[in-house]
């Protein structure tokens, strides 16, 4: 399978806790970014990188979480001192990052935080 | 505002009966509209550009700029469309911002 790929599918962790998601593209993408969904709404953004640069972040995405793409290739997504609120699918999605262009999404990380 | 409004949470058809689920968008600029698709356990992936204005299992989808609707349409539905359906915009930076969606039930 050549498309997005995302680890670990499921995540269950307790409040307070730290978790990370990692984000593997499509190779030759240069645009990656993050959303979140929760229950009964669509796909949320909350940043992109162009190759390893972070261009934007949402307002979503508070102090306690943080985002790399240190070499331009895969991306990892860090919450830290989780919250039950943070309970949500996590999706990553790449694109070429040219105009025009679509954006092939991964499977999500469902993170539960009891 | 950047909005996009999909206004039927779910929408319950039998086969063979036309579909049209409702998206409706805010943005200042020039709108590059999507619909996505997520069948059943399955990850989110395109159906159709506007801009390509091409029909994909027999769906199309028009952008009316007076009206700013991207409706998306189907003649005869059939029990394989059934399905969370998403009305996206791209905006600046090529972030997506995404209706609620619409749950289609397609009913033998």
């Known amino acids: 399978d050549t498309g997005v790929s995302q680890d670990p599918r499921h995540k269950i962790t307790k409040r307070g806790q730290n978790v990370t998601f990692r984000c593997d593209p499509i190779?030759?993408?240069?645009?990656l970014y993050w959303y979140r969904q929760t229950l009964g709404q669509g796909p949320e953004f909350l940043t992109y990188?162009?190759?390893?640069?972070?261009?934007?972040k949402s307002r979503l995405l508070s102090d306690r979480f943080s985002a790399e793409r240190p070499k331009g290739s895969f991306s990892t997504l860090e919450i830290q001192r989780t919250e039950q609120g943070d309970s949500a699918m996590y999706l990553c999605?790449?694109?070429?990052?040219?105009?025009?262009?679509?954006?092939?999404f991964g499977p999500g990380t469902r993170l539960t935080v009891l | 505002a950047q909005r996009v409004t999909q206004p039927e949470k779910l929408l319950s058809v039998f086969k063979g009966a036309p579909v049209e689920l409702k998206c409706n968008y805010s943005y200042s600029g020039s709108p590059e509209l999507f619909w996505y698709v997520q069948y059943s356990r399955q990850r989110l992936q395109l159906l159709l550009r506007h801009i390509s204005r091409e029909s994909i299992k027999g769906f199309t989808a028009d952008l009316n700029k007076g009206e700013t609707s991207f409706h998306l349409k189907k003649p005869f539905a059939q029990e394989e469309d059934s399905a969370m359906y998403y009305c996206?915009?791209?905006?600046?930076?090529?972030?997506?911002?995404f209706g609620q969606g619409t749950e289609l039930s397609v009913k033998p």
């Open positions: 999605a790449s694109s070429l990052g040219q105009l025009g262009d679509t954006q092939y």
């Open positions: 190779s030759e993408h240069n645009r």
């Open positions: 996206a915009l791209k905006v600046g930076g090529g972030k997506l911002i």
């Open positions: 990188f162009q190759n390893e640069a972070q261009l934007e």
